[in-house]
């Protein structure tokens, strides 16, 4: 497995400093054939791994973990963020009902997945109805009925005995149905082909024209692989749909379709079945494919909790400092620096409620501030960091001239730290609290 290749690779690794090329080549190749092994397209897996690449070279030297995990990390942040970055949930019409159609190959879990959407549903508080517009096959329409009792759901389908019925009639229909009756979803299930063919799509096609679904969900069995690339883009192509459906997860499948599918058409993935019965479905949840499509949890938990050990030492190495009130320079640039990190939530804070304050005061830090800052105090020699009361007039220029920035801005980091410190010391003492080192504070 991954992990197995990957711990050789970390015996190498450990206790280097630095993420050096050898060692995002290394970590990257063997990332770049666990993703093949899990059955994700080369087409995904290229701009995965270059994006991979940018950040991990990019990347600041964690202090916590070691080169190989950090790789790893930024790898399975880029997968849920891929996998997630567009997770929504279904789109309700304004006018009911809210019209959801089903896509994709025959076996794919379709008509499973219709019981599954509309059982949900039904907990949800909607009133769903399910509508048999797959007339092919001469025991489909029994078969919905089946699923529709199980779960507990009303069926639309043909009169029986009128011969072969028209698909498209039939799901245009039950939305008039719907209407009278008050159900506020109707789940259409369609016809499927063992393989991609022209009067498929056109027999959608025309269903999709007939009800104008809110939703096509694109069902996609996880076991067919390396197939499953060709088949959304036929389907993309053919009918359209809006997200995705990943099916018999529950199977060894590791679900490299799940990215593959969404680098090529863009579609999020929303749903995930995993299983006949009609429990066996939930929402997607992008870090848990993540964690399966590389196979990794052992590794992902290690690196959190290496992570959270060194979070819990830094913060009593803090707090013992502030008791012998030896807050120092390199202390309020670490405080600097994990704000600089906070810089990017700003957006978030400003949507929630009562966080306005705290986002005008971050706003007052950019990285650019937080550089010169670093740039000044790595200026200083080791004795002047350790007392800054010894930085004269001369020396204050000798910074500035070493940082490359002005007196002032180095009279300015001295008065900012000398007040983060007084802070400091009184929140030491059961004081204020507050967010010390802010500037304007
Ligand atoms: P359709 O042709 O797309 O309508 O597919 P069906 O819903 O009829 O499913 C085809 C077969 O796959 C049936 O035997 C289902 O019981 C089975 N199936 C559907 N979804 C799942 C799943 O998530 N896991 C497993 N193991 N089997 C499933
Ligand atoms: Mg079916």
């Known amino acids: ?64 973990l070691n080169p190989a995990q950090q790789i790893v990390k930024i790898v399975n942040e880029e997968l849920v963020g891929i996998l997630g970055g567009e997770t929504r949930r279904l789109r309700f019409a304004k006018n009911p009902p809210t019209v959801i159609m089903l896509a994709g190959l025959q076996g794919a879990g379709k008509t499973t997945l219709a ?15 399910l509508v048999a517009a797959d007339l092919q096959r001469p025991n489909a329409v029994t078969q919905l009925q089946v699923v529709g009792e199980r779960a507990g759901v009303p069926v639309f389908a043909p009169e029986p005995g009128n011969g072969v019925g028209d698909p498209v009639k039939v799901a245009k229909d039950s939305v008039d149905f719907a209407k009278t009756k008050m159900h506020d979803v109707v789940i259409v299930d369609t016809a499927g082909r063992l393989g991609i063919d022209a009067e498929l799509m056109q027999q959608a096609a025309d269903i999709r024209d007939a009800v104008r679904p809110d939703e096509i969900l694109f069902v996609l069995d996880a076991m067919i692989g390396q197939n499953a690339v060709e088949t959304a883009l036929a389907f993309q192509d053919g009918v359209g749909f809006d997200g995705v459906v990943l099916t018999k997860l529950d199977g060894d499948a590791r679900g490299g379709a799940a990215l593959s599918v969404r680098e090529v058409t863009g579609k999020p993935v929303m749903f995930a079945s995993s299983g006949e019965k009609l429990e066996d479905f939930d929402v997607f949840h992008p870090e848990r494919m993540a964690g399966r499509i590389l196979d990794m949890g052992d590794m992902l938990s290690l690196i959190e909790q290496a992570e959270k050990a060194f979070d819990a030492r830094e913060a009593e190495d803090m707090a013992i400092k502030l008791a012998r009130n030896e807050f120092t320079l390199d202390d309020f640039l670490r405080q600097m620096e994990q704000l600089k990190k906070l810089g990017s939530m700003k957006k ?66 001295i008065e900012r730290f000398l007040e983060a410190k007084k802070m400091m010391s009184q929140m030491a003492r059961g004081g204020m609290p507050g967010m010390p080192g802010l500037p304007g504070v």
Not at 115 to 129: D, F, M, S, Y
Not at 378 to 390: A, L
């Open 1 to 64: 497995t991954l992990s197995d290749r990957l711990s050789a690779t970390f015996k190498n690794l450990r206790g280097k400093g630095r993420l050096s090329q050898q060692d995002i080549d290394d970590t990257l190749r063997e990332i770049r054939r666990a993703l093949l092994e899990a059955d994700v397209s080369l087409q995904a897996v290229r701009p995965f791994v270059a994006a991979v690449r940018a950040r991990a070279e990019g990347a600041e030297v964690s202090k916590a």
């Open 115 to 129: 019981g599954k959407l509309a059982r949900w549903l039904k907990t949800e508080g909607h009133t769903p109805i």
């Open 348 to 413: 978030l804070m400003g949507m929630l409620p009562g966080m306005a304050d705290v986002k005008q005061q971050l706003n007052e830090i950019d990285d650019k501030d937080v550089d010169r800052i670093a740039a000044i105090i790595k200026s200083m020699t080791p004795g002047e960091r350790d007392d800054v009361k010894i930085i004269n007039g001369s020396r204050r220029q000798r910074i500035a001239k070493g940082s490359g920035t002005t007196v002032q801005e180095v009279n300015n980091l």
